[in-house]
């Protein structure tokens, strides 16, 4: 469900060792949503014209045709079935080899074509999603893709296209959990996605757009509290002290500002920002992207703060982490951050409504300091 060495995490459907890039070229890969299509066009042809073509071509939404060889194909009465396995490229996927297949049937005359979830494949439960409650959880442009797809086989056989059309992903029920699916409402299996068509190696889209739905169906429940944490032990401490749900709990991982610039324009009453004291600082010194990769500690800029604290700026200045100097200083150094994240975070909202609250949390799991409407203080 996401791509990129954009912060590994557990939901992501990341494991600890695929945070490096391949050496080399990357290679790219197709979308859930690419070999749905090409496994419902393939089964379409072979229900209505008695026989496979393998491999099937498809067109992508930007116009580019592409072959899928099948690895699966079945023909029986009234029905035919026909499988793709999924190839990401070299991006770290969860759904990488998954089997996707598509059973497609003839429909009562004048239905249209129907999709529906198989096994492995999720319902949407909660509002906010670009898919009704109730529905199968295909996005919108595979469902696109798909009946685009599908009305090209009935318009070239001159039959009515009345499918109903299954999308199955075995084993999805089990790689779902590996994925933020279960926190926005979509239950019993794995979405089915994509907009392009082609999965792009270690991109930060799919990270960030998670962030957004989870926006939006925090604000479809009519929640006024979320929170963004950087990591599992922050998001676990902030979750409990304020008890907020699941489903108020963004994926933020190290993307302050894609959650940040998405919120001013879809903003919820009250926040929480939850992390540890390097990568605050970060945020606090202006960054977004708070990846080790793609920003740093500014040691002097630490060092002055720590410094209006009473601290020797050269030592500050010196130190090989954020921890060593919060170390050196302490408590007041913690605030001191925690209050200009949260003097960073309304800058990037502008003038939204929004009430932030920064939560700084230790890597043993104690809150070191907040910072909220009432200023910042240790607890």
Known sequence: MVLSTCGVAAKTGYTADMARKPDGPLRTGFTTGACATAAAAAA????????????????????????????????????????????????????????????????????????????GVGTVTRPGLPVAVGEPAIN??????????????????????DFEVEISVPGGAALAEQTWNPRLGIVGGL???????????FSCAAWIAS????????????????????????????????????????????????????????????????????????????????HSAR???????????????????????TCNTANQALGLVGAPLACAIAEAARGAALRLVGGAEIDFDILMIDRSGNIVALADGSGARAP
Request: glycine share 12%.
């Open 44 to 119: 379409c042809g072979a229900l209505v014209t008695g026989e496979w073509v393998n491999p099937i071509e498809i067109t992508l939404p930007r116009g580019q045709v592409v072959r899928f060889v099948l690895s699966e194909r079945h023909l029986g009465d009234g029905w035919a079935r026909a499988a793709v396995v999924k190839d990401a490229g070299d991006d770290p996927d969860v759904t990488h080899g998954a089997s996707i297949v598509a059973t497609v049937r003839h429909g009562p005359a004048g239905q249209g074509i129907r999709l529906m979830a198989g096994e």
């Open 140 to 161: 919108p442009v595979p469902r696109s893709m798909i009946t685009d797809a599908l009305r090209l086989v009935a318009d070239a056989r001159g039959v009515a296209a």
């Open 191 to 201: 979405s089915i996605l994509g907009t392009t068509g082609i999965v792009r190696p």
């Open 211 to 290: 962030i957004h739905r989870g926006i939006d169906v925090a604000r479809a429940a009519g929640l006024t509290h979320v929170a963004g944490a950087t990591g599992a032990t922050s998001e676990r401490v902030a979750q409990a002290r304020f008890g907020l749900p699941d489903h108020a709990m963004l994926d933020m991982g190290d993307f302050a500002g894609g959650m940040l610039k998405y919120l001013a324009r879809h903003p919820v009453p009250r926040v929480t920002i939850a992390g540890g004291f390097g990568k605050l600082t970060k945020m606090a010194q202006g960054a977004v992207d708070l």
């Open 295 to 317: 920003s740093q500690v500014d040691f002097d800029a630490l060092a002055e703060t720590a410094a209006a604290l009473g601290a020797d700026r050269a030592e500050i200045a």
